[in-house]
Structures are given as C-alpha cells and as structure tokens.
C-alpha cells in the first residue's frame, strides 16, 4: 500500500431486536433497577451504580444496564423517582401482554372470576417500588351446579419473568387445603404471555383436580 493511501474500513450495524428479544431485554433492565433501588441506604459505589454522560445525558448504570436517564443536575431523591417510574412503565406493559392471555384461558368454576386491577399496583410501584403485580380469581359455588368454590392468587415478579402461585380451597379468609402440586407453586417462563399460558395451565389443572373430587350437588 502505498504510503499516502488511506485503507477504507466497513461497520456492519447490528441487526434490530425482534418484539421477543426486546422483551427480555425489558426484563433485564428491569432487574437492574429493581438492584438500583438498594441505594435508598446505600452509597451509589455500594449499591453498584455508575455514571455516564452521553451527550447532553447523565445515564445512571448498574451492571451495564441504563436504569435511569437525565439532562441536568440529580439528586438520589429524584433518581430513585425516576426508577420506581421506570419498573412503573414496565409494570404497565407486564399487564398488557399477561392480562388477556389470563382472561381468555382461565377455565373458572361457576360463579368465579378472574380480576387484575393494574392502575392502584401501578402507584404503589412509583411510590415503594413494589416488585409485583397481582391477579386474583374468587367467588361462590353456584348451588344448581358443582359447590366447588376456590380462590387462587397470582403474584407476578416484576424483576424476573417468574411468577408465585396460590391456588386453595373455599375462600381467601378460610384458607383452605392447598390445590397445587409440587412444582406446581412457581413457574417461570422468557416472555409474560408465555408466563400467562404457563399459570392458566397450573390453574386448570388443580382445578380440573379439585372438581373431579367435588361431589356433584
């Protein structure tokens, strides 16, 4: 090569992430806020926090992961704000892909229903920055048909795509014998609607179980 020729070097830019993968990315960023928030009595260096300018913004960082983006000075007040807000966003959309695959596939006793209430777990997010969200089945046997009467309650892990089960006999305030199997009790899954078959198929089943047990009225 000659001394004054300049050798012509190609990036090939990285392929896109498809709707799957930026859904686990979600999730990791996630559990890295969720790590971030133990800087409420921690020193940032000791909760495992960095940051980064990029341009006009400060990127605050824990294991590589960007948990919190500003322009401007911060406190660790408003940081952790923008957290909490953050896994609140999250949260939303957690809801939006687990919700109707639970409606649409829960097979529920007579006289049961399924609710989600998303909205007042979303302010106790931006306010404690709870690491969950619940669902919850309940309700009455209907006396022309089976007295199978149960309640279940789906806690769904915001920090991991993992979800603890409670499936029991009569009501929440009678805690009744225990429906699930071993293995049955956690599930996990890489996506939230995955997550959403993998309870619907733990609940059918233990309740296919206690109605196949239930004495028909």
Known sequence: MAA???????????????????????????GAQFEALKC?????????????????????????????????????????ATIRSNIADHAHWVGVDITPVLKAKLVLP???????????????????????????????PSPDQQALQLHAEFQISLQSCQAQLVVAGGDRLSRGA????DGEETVTAETYAELGEKITQAFNLASARAAAATPMQ
């Open 4 to 30: 004054n020729q300049v050798k012509t070097t190609y990036s090939i830019a990285p392929e896109p992430l498809d709707a799957r993968q930026r859904e686990m990315l979600a999730i990791r960023t996630a």
């Open 110 to 140: 007579k006289g049961h229903a399924f609710r989600m209430d998303i909205e007042p777990q979303l302010a106790q997010i931006r306010n404690r920055g709870t690491n969950k969200i619940s669902g919850y089945v309940g309700g009455q």
């Open 178 to 181: 225990n429906l699930l199997i």
């Open 40 to 80: 409420t009595d921690k020193s940032y260096s000791a909760a495992g926090i960095t940051f980064v300018q990029d341009g006009r913004f400060t990127k605050a960082k824990w294991d590589g992961m960007t948990v919190a983006s500003f322009i401007g000075r911060f406190n660790k007040e408003a940081l952790l």
